[in-house]
């Protein structure tokens, strides 16, 4: 927890030296996620000084300069990770180990500018690492290789001539060594970034890497690396006859098979140990020079650096083909899993590859498709000539029944494949219910004007009813004023009173849908109902007959709204019959009661028929083919029949119409009691 603290207050107050990207640091490993800071920067002392006395091979006094220098990585390894804060560490490490390698030299100041020196070569390759370069500490991109090698190079250079300047100074170093020391100083600690800083990276943060680090060292395959390993160094530096310069070419055999078995962390891990072979067989081997050792390292790094940029691209083409598999297993349980076909065609047409629901859609097996012809399920379809949404086109099943498919065709981005991709859905559902969403937005319509007509009417019920009672009255006060009128005044006061009692009833039906449901015999009904249309039928030369086949049946209606209807139905015949021939003009008015407890009442006339365009909207409010007529007629007889729980139709050809409605009966209201 306080190493986290450290870090944000770090980060926070050091922006320049912290990256700020899309990746983000792993975490670190283990203990050291909760070690105190003050335990980590002890420890890091104890190790530093540990690693720098255990590298003084072939070291060139009094000034503690080694052709290997593990220290230098680790350092760096602790900037990246904990921060450029943990510099008082470093320096003392730094300082310590001046100590315990020279002594106190003379002049005594020399043993402060040294480490001081080192410490600041060593932050500021840190800070260039993680602010402009924005290093990535999972080390997993060659980029990263690029920055820490480039760093290295030029930082442990500058470095190198600072440090031995400072020894150069005091004049207790000859002129002509400066060169040489400065060139065993920087191979050393170049070399120890190179090789350590990996490693301690991997090992101190939680990750892939660490991960991978404990299976290799767990596996066979590490006994063998040694072994390989120790039989390369063994024929370079075992073989009297042959030189070890023109011999360490073999070394690169064991780096080339670990990284491309492991990637980047086999070459790190293979990289490390080959380094720590070579320094034991060269001390073993009793090389007498420096120089000759140093001369190696040079061949040891150039190891390295090939063996960290092979392991990474085989790192980097693993994890692409892993995001390959996980793409690839991804699209195909998304075509798998898919409700809608989808096909892979090559330029010939043929189907490549088709998913489960293909052979749900056209009713063939998965692999019975396979090289199948698009043309055998799809064809009407140009797939050749347009690319995109194509629209609805016909799907033949293999029973040979059809549906209707909507198409989509596309094209792969590489070219040179030739693959087409095609999308097909059923669109029967959506089609079903298009056309009923359409049919009901018109049966909503004609539900509206309907009530505009029934408001209408209400309205002119309300008007006319005052009128046809005033109409009473006077014919109540001529009848009284004037006995002798051969009874014209009481059928005129008969006929208002019909009519003012028709009209409350309309108007009472159309407000709030009353009905005053009453049995009457149907013959009788029709034959009151016909009773007053017989005078104007015979002034027309108009044949009106009846022909009721339901004696003894009952019906339980509104005798006025009924009436009504017939009224209106029997007028449009009469109109229909006005430009027939005199002769030929019939209307039939019939009664046919049925087995359900329904009679079904038919107007037949013999007149021109109903035209064509007239036909699907003839029930609709304000829908009429007569000059002066108002469409209202059949739009309120539809109305009121369906208010008894009828229906209404009409059969019509050249010869004349029918119009059908059915009324219920007594018979079906004592079924339903």
Not at 509 to 514: D, E, I, K, L, V
Request: aromatic share 8%; hydrophobic share 50%.
């Amino acid at each position: 927890m306080e190493v986290a603290k450290i870090q944000a207050r770090f980060a926070m107050s050091t922006p320049s030296t912290q990256p700020h990207n899309a990746y983000p640091d792993p975490q670190l490993s283990g203990f050291l996620s909760r070690a105190n800071p003050l335990l980590i920067g002890a420890g890091f002392v104890v190790l530093y000084v540990l690693l720098a006395w255990l590298a003084r091979i072939y070291m060139a006094r009094p000034f503690a300069i080694t052709p290997w220098n593990p220290a230098a990585g680790f350092a760096l390894a602790l900037l990246l990770v904990f921060g450029i804060r943990y510099w008082p560490a470093l320096g003392i490490a730094s300082l310590l180990t001046s100590l315990l390698l020279r002594g106190i030299p003379q002049p005594p100041y020399t043993q402060l500018l040294a480490p001081l020196t080192l410490t600041l070569g060593y932050v500021a390759m840190a800070a260039i690492l993680r602010g402009p370069l924005q290093f990535r500490l999972a080390f997993d991109r060659p980029a990263e290789i690029v920055k820490l090698v480039g760093v290295a190079v030029a930082g442990t250079f500058v470095m190198a001539i600072a440090y031995v300047a400072v020894f150069r100074a005091t004049g207790r170093m000859a002129e002509q060594e400066f060169s040489h020391i400065v060139l065993r100083f920087w191979i050393g600690h170049l070399i120890g970034i190179v090789i350590n800083t990996p490693l301690v990276l991997s090992l101190l943060l939680y990750g892939p890497n660490l991960h991978e680090l404990k299976k290799i060292i767990a596996t066979w395959e590490t006994v063998f690396f040694a072994a390989i390993t120790t039989l390369a160094l063994l024929m370079i530096f075992g073989l009297q006859w042959a030189d070890p310069y023109k011999l360490f070419y073999i070394l690169f055999l064991p780096v080339i098979w670990v990284a491309t078995r492991h990637g980047i962390n086999g070459a790190i891990l293979g990289t490390a140990c080959i380094q720590l072979g070579l320094i034991f067989t060269l001390v073993n081997a009793q090389f007498q020079s420096g120089t000759a050792v140093t001369e190696f390292q040079f061949m040891m790094l150039a190891l390295a650096v090939a063996g960290l940029f092979l392991g990474m691209a085989v790192t980097q083409n693993r994890n692409a083909v892993r995001a390959l598999n996980r793409s690839e297993s991804r699209l195909r349980t998304t075509v798998t899993t898919a409700h809608d076909s989808i096909l892979t065609l090559d330029d010939a047409g043929l189907i490549i590859d088709a998913n489960p629901a293909t052979a749900h859609f056209f009713g063939y097996e998965q692999n019975t498709l396979k090289k199948l012809p698009v043309s055998v399920i799809l064809p009407d379809l140009e797939w050749q000539t347009v690319a995109g949404d194509l629209g609805i086109t016909r799907g033949l099943r293999r029973n040979n029944t059809h549906f209707p498919a909507e198409v989509s065709v596309g094209r792969t981005s590489n070219n040179d494949s030739g693959l087409h991709i095609i999308v097909i859905r059923d669109v029967t559902r959506r089609i079903e219910t298009t056309r009923q969403l359409a049919a009901q937005q018109a049966e909503l319509g004609r539900a509206s004007r309907l009530a505009a007509a029934g408001e209408m009417a209400a309205a002119l019920a309300h008007e006319l009813h005052q009128p046809l009672t005033a109409i009473r009255s006077y014919a109540y006060a001529a009848r009284l004023q004037m006995p002798e009128n051969d009874g014209l005044t009481e059928k005129i006061e008969r006929e208002a009173a019909r009519a003012a009692t028709v009209v409350q009833r309309l108007r009472d039906f159309f407000r709030g849908g009353t009905s005053t449901l009453e049995p009457v015999e149907t013959s009788a009904f029709l034959r009151n109902a016909l009773d007053p249309m017989r005078e104007e039928a015979s002034t027309q030369r108009i044949t009106l007959a009846t022909n009721a086949v339901c004696e003894g049946v009952t019906l339980l209606i509104d005798r006025i709204q009924i009436e009504t209807v017939v009224h209106s139905l029997v007028n449009n015949a009469m109109e229909a019959l006005s430009t027939t021939p005199n002769g030929c003009r019939q209307i039939t008015v019939s009664a046919l009661a049925q087995d359900d407890g329904w009679v079904q009442i038919s107007i037949v006339d013999s007149g021109p028929g109903i035209a064509g365009n007239m036909s699907e909207r003839i029930f609709e409010p304000f829908a009429t083919t007569k000059a002066a007529g108002t469409g209202m007629g059949l739009a309120m007889s539809r109305t009121m029949i369906e208010a008894h729980g009828g229906r209404i139709w009409f059969d019509t050809s050249d010869n004349g119409t029918t119009f059908h409605f059915t009324l219920p009966t007594t018979l079906l209201d004592e079924a339903v009691t």
